[in-house]
């Protein structure tokens, strides 16, 4: 198993473009999300999915909108780049039982100039 | 609403020291509580968990117990090693839910 997987691994925007993070897992888990990683902030949620066809917002959503239309890939986009929304985004996958862990993907670091 | 608290940071230690990273949480309901560990340019990764009250966590050494009456779960390791220099989140995830709370981390910096 690629476990979760995301790309691209670097990503460099300028203010006002779009773009979408690719995440993909082959676990057959329902739930997956997305996280950013900045300094001194931990990772906070941005959305998160339950399974295909629903996606709820999770802490910090402006400016980003995603999809789920099947279990393996839950991208994510980025509607208008805006500096910041520089950061490490992190997308992650567990099966539905809360006692899980949740598996990460390694990341992808955007820099919007 | 449900946080995670953890110590501030870098923790700097020799290699062979006693570790101990803390951490306090809030939550509304009964929940799992997680350790994971960021090494340099990867992702995260399960260090270890507990599930319900009293329960030990074991994992390369490190071990957290679950104190419902103190609200914590801190991280130790009686021996670390400079491999072990990483980023260490605390988290929580409520009773019937899956979404992961995390504290903002701490960095450990263990020198030779």
């Known amino acids: 198993n690629a476990g979760v997987t995301q790309t691209p691994k670097f990503q460099v925007l300028k203010t006002g473009q779009s773009m979408t993070l690719q995440c993909a897992q082959d676990?057959?888990?329902?739930?997956m999300s997305w996280y950013r990683q900045d300094p001194g902030m931990g990772l906070r949620l941005i959305h998160y999915?339950?399974?295909?066809?629903?996606?709820d917002q999770g802490e910090v959503p402006n400016g980003y909108n995603v999809s789920r239309s099947t279990t393996e890939d839950f991208p994510l986009r980025l509607l208008s780049a805006a500096p910041s929304q520089t950061s490490v985004y992190f997308c992650a996958s567990s099966t539905g039982s809360s006692t899980n862990e949740q598996f990460f993907g390694p990341g992808t670091r955007l820099t919007v100039l | 609403g449900n946080s995670v608290t953890q110590m501030e940071g870098p923790v700097t230690l020799s290699e062979e020291a006693f570790l101990t990273i803390n951490c306090t949480y809030t939550a509304t309901g009964y929940p799992s509580l997680f350790w994971y560990v960021q090494y340099p340019g990867e992702g995260l990764q399960l260090l270890l968990k507990?599930?319900?009250?009293?329960d030990k966590g074991s994992n390369k050494g490190f071990e957290a117990t679950y104190r419902k009456e103190t609200t914590s779960f801190h991280l130790e390791k009686g021996s670390v090693q400079v491999s072990d220099s990483a980023v260490y989140f605390c988290?929580?995830?409520?009773?019937?839910?899956?979404?992961?709370?995390f504290g903002t981390g701490t960095r450990l910096l263990v020198s030779p």
């Open positions: 507990a599930t319900k009250a009293d």
């Open positions: 999915s339950v399974g295909a066809g629903i996606t």
């Open positions: 988290a929580l995830k409520d009773t019937g839910f899956q979404k992961l709370v």
């Open positions: 676990m057959n888990h329902e739930y």
